[in-house]
Nanobody, 124 residues
Framework: QVQLVESGGGLVQAGGSLRVSCAAS????????MGWFRQAPGKEREFVAT????????YYADSVKGRFTISRDNAKNTVYLQMNSLKPEDTGVYYC?????????????????WGLGTQVTVSS
């Protein structure tokens, strides 16, 4: 089992940058595919990015491709999401999640563990 804690959210102006982090407990972090999701008020939770266990493969939602970068540090049990050129529509609660699989997934049902989220607000 793994516990996830997000941090680094905040308020930023449109066009700015922010990095959110997710720290995982346990010694088996490197055995999980990790993902970032977000949820805006009144909307369903949506996929943002995912990264393979080694960090060698990444996959992004079209809406963030070229602006966001997912990375991980298995020695620190941490996954990051660097967000650049932020837009007001990027506003939401950002969640990290862990999947006990070898494949990358954009479907939230494939993820087994979730953090409580961190709020990101982008002002226009």
């Amino acid at each position: 089992q793994v516990q996830l804690v997000e941090s680094g959210g905040g308020l930023v102006q449109a066009g700015g940058s922010l990095r959110v982090s997710c720290a995982a407990s346990g010694r088996t972090f490197s055995s999980y595919v990790m993902g970032w999701f977000r949820q805006a008020p009144g909307k369903e939770r949506e996929f943002v990015a995912t990264i393979s266990r080694s960090g060698g493969a990444r996959y992004y939602a079209d809406s963030v491709k070229g602006r966001f970068t997912i990375s991980r540090d298995n020695a620190k049990n941490t996954v990051y999401l660097q967000m650049n050129s932020l837009k007001p529509e990027d506003t939401g609660v950002y969640y990290c999640a862990a999947a006990s699989s070898e494949r990358l997934h954009s479907n939230l049902r494939e993820y087994d563990y979730w953090g409580l989220g961190t709020q990101v607000t982008v002002s226009s």
